[in-house]
Nanobody, 121 residues
Framework: VQLQASGGGLVQAGGSLRLSCAAS????????MGWFRQAPGKEREFVAS????????EYAQSVKGRFTISRDNAKSTVYLQMNSLKLKDTAVYYC???????????????WGQGTEVTVSS
């Protein structure tokens, strides 16, 4: 199983980025997908999750209303649209998968390599 995250970069506060995570080696539509992040010196934290089907979502309170998680099962890809970015959103973002019904904040056992997001003032 491979989860390949991309789309990170440097953006000014208030800007937007869209992260993508392409999955291979698994039946994507049967997996709940999640995004997590780890800021420098901090523990990894849950950001968002989307269920396998039908699509239900869950967000961390810190990103609710600014971030949107979505998935395209035909492309085996999950996305994280990040708007109104803040300095505190700076982190390495990871996608993850599990076979629970979802959405869920825990129980992930497939992880991608991470993509770095830096928000500048």
């Amino acid at each position: 199983v491979q989860l390949q995250a991309s789309g990170g970069g440097l953006v000014q506060a208030g800007g937007s980025l869209r992260l993508s995570c392409a999955a291979s080696g698994l039946t994507f539509s049967t997996y709940t997908m999640g995004w997590f992040r780890q800021a420098p010196g901090k523990e990894r934290e849950f950001v968002a999750s989307v269920s396998r089907s039908p699509d239900r979502v869950e967000y961390a309170q810190s990103v609710k209303g600014r971030f949107t998680i979505s998935r395209d099962n035909a492309k085996s890809t999950v996305y994280l649209q990040m708007n109104s970015l803040k300095l505190k959103d700076t982190a390495v973002y990871y996608c993850a998968a599990n076979d629970e019904l979802g959405p869920t904040r825990t129980g992930y056992y497939y992880w991608g390599q991470g993509t770095e997001v830096t928000v500048s003032s």
